[in-house]
């Protein structure tokens, strides 16, 4: 049972470049999320979706664009890299209600931009 | 608007002895309350939830946390620390009432010398 995986695992980019993260889950949940975890800033929500073809924004969602084309997948996008989006990404999911109220997570996408 | 604090950047504690990560929170409407860990170069695991009921909830590892509604605060205990306990802890809130999203502590590191 893979849970939530995230592609890549590390990154280095240029200022200026692009990248697409990848989040697949397959618990079936409708509920993923988007997060940046920065020193003494703790997690920070990027943006949301609440079910197949719905994003919503987040605390910190400028700079970043996201899709979620399949129930599955949420994806996160950079379309031009800057040295302030440094940091370690997280991706999670849940189910909308009942008892499993908790989020489940990846193990992280540590984004470096020089 | 919800937020939450988790006032100690770091906890020291020997092993055997009790410890207490503390958690203090603020939402409109009742609180849905969590902790999760955090290992080094590792996602969060769940620790353990408040949803309703008893105060005291237990969870993972032998943890085990308090809901205090006067106090607003959901404090993560553990009678006897373990050396492997040694890691990055955070506290997360959602409202019960009109918000998806769960907003998460700047996180506490326990270490535990042995």
């Known amino acids: 049972n893979a849970g939530v995986t995230q592609t890549p695992k590390f990154r280095v980019l240029k200022t200026g470049q692009s990248m697409t993260l990848l989040c697949a889950q397959d618990m079936n949940h409708e509920y993923m999320y988007w997060y940046r975890q920065d020193p003494g800033m703790g997690l920070r929500l990027i943006h949301y979706?609440?079910?197949?073809?719905?994003?919503a924004k987040g605390e910190v969602p400028d700079g970043y664009n996201v899709s979620r084309l399949k129930k599955q997948n949420f994806l996160l996008g950079l379309e031009s890299a800057a040295p302030s989006q440094t940091s370690v990404y997280f991706c999670?999911?849940?189910?909308?209600?009942?008892?499993?109220?908790?989020?489940?997570f990846g193990q992280g996408t540590r984004l470096t931009v020089v | 608007a919800q937020s939450v604090a988790q006032p100690e950047d770091q906890v020291n504690v020997a092993e055997g002895n009790p410890l207490t990560v503390k958690c203090t929170y603020s939402v409109s409407g009742n609180p849905y309350l969590f902790w999760y860990v955090q290992y080094p170069n590792r996602g969060l695991q769940f620790l353990l939830k408040y949803i309703t009921g008893d105060n005291l909830v237990k969870g993972s590892y032998g943890f085990e946390a308090e809901f205090n509604k006067s106090q607003t605060s959901f404090h993560l205990k553990k009678p006897s620390a373990l050396v492997s306990d040694s890691a990055l802890y955070f506290c997360?809130?959602?409202?019960?009432?009109?918000?998806?999203?769960?907003?998460f502590g700047t996180g506490t590191r326990l270490k535990v010398l042995a």
């Open positions: 999670a999911s849940r189910q909308p209600s009942g008892t499993a109220f908790e989020a489940f």
């Open positions: 997360a809130v959602r409202s019960t009432s009109g918000t998806y999203k769960y907003i």
């Open positions: 979706s609440v079910g197949e073809g719905t994003t």
